[in-house]
């Protein structure tokens, strides 16, 4: 079992609609959680990044957090043509083996469809 | 300015060969990686160093070997290049374990 696992998708929406992105994990060490958005022949950029419980909200995107069932959950509302792209959940922590880079999920595949 | 920065953008050798990536961050990270994606889009970690020192090793084969001269430069030496080596390998930097930013990504092509 992978220790973060993500549905690669690809997932069409129409443009405007809210769109749900989720991974679970296994690890419970994990102690802060992070989606990127990788558009196509770029490298990765940061969107959200939250410790803790709860949700967090920045403009059109809402990031949850739920460690009791090891579940994390991207919402983008008003979903644009330019959100398009590859989102990966990423987690980290202080593993027993000491610090550790991220953990990264396989991506999901989004397209928004004008 | 750019923040992370990798050259070559694109590398296409032939097996056998031995190839360098560079990597530069003007962010004053202490902490810096090179990950491998794969044709499915998955990030797997190689190595990251902290100050010049390596911290983190994952199963790489011993044909890449990281350097880090400095606390801004990390680069990627990989020796018989092999055609399972094809992949699309970033570098990104951190504080401690703080977001990591990442580079644009070199692809490499092994024909």
């Known amino acids: 079992q992978k220790e973060v696992e993500q549905d690669p998708g690809p997932l069409s929406v129409p443009e405007g609609a809210i769109v749900s992105l989720n991974c679970t994990y296994s690890n419970s060490a994990f102690q802060y959680f992070m989606w990127y958005r990788q558009y196509s022949r770029k490298g990765p950029e940061l969107l959200m990044y939250?410790?803790?419980?709860g949700n967090k909200e920045d403009g059109r995107f809402t990031a949850q957090v739920d460690k009791s069932s090891k579940y994390i959950s991207l919402f983008i509302r008003d979903s644009q043509p330019s959100d398009s792209a590859t989102y990966l959940c990423a987690m980290g922590g202080f593993m027993d083996t000491g610090r550790r880079a991220l953990t990264f999920g396989s991506g999901t595949r989004l397209q928004v469809q004008p | 300015d750019t923040a992370v920065s990798q050259t070559p953008k694109y590398l296409v050798t032939q097996m056998g060969n031995d190839k360098s990536i560079k990597c530069e961050q003007n962010l004053g990270h202490d902490t810096m990686y090179w990950y491998k994606q794969d044709s499915k889009k998955f990030l797997k970690i190689m190595f990251s160093?902290?100050?010049?020192?390596?911290?983190i090793n994952e199963t790489v084969p011993n044909r890449f070997s990281p350097k880090s001269p400095d606390k801004a430069h990390l680069n990627l030496h990989i020796n018989s290049l092999e055609l399972g080596d094809s992949a699309v390998y970033f570098c990104?930097?951190?504080?401690?374990?703080?977001?990591?930013?990442f580079g644009p990504g070199t692809r490499l092509t092994v024909l």
């Open positions: 939250t410790y803790s419980s």
């Open positions: 990104a930097s951190s504080q401690g374990t703080d977001t990591q930013y």
């Open positions: 160093y902290n100050n010049k020192e390596l911290i």
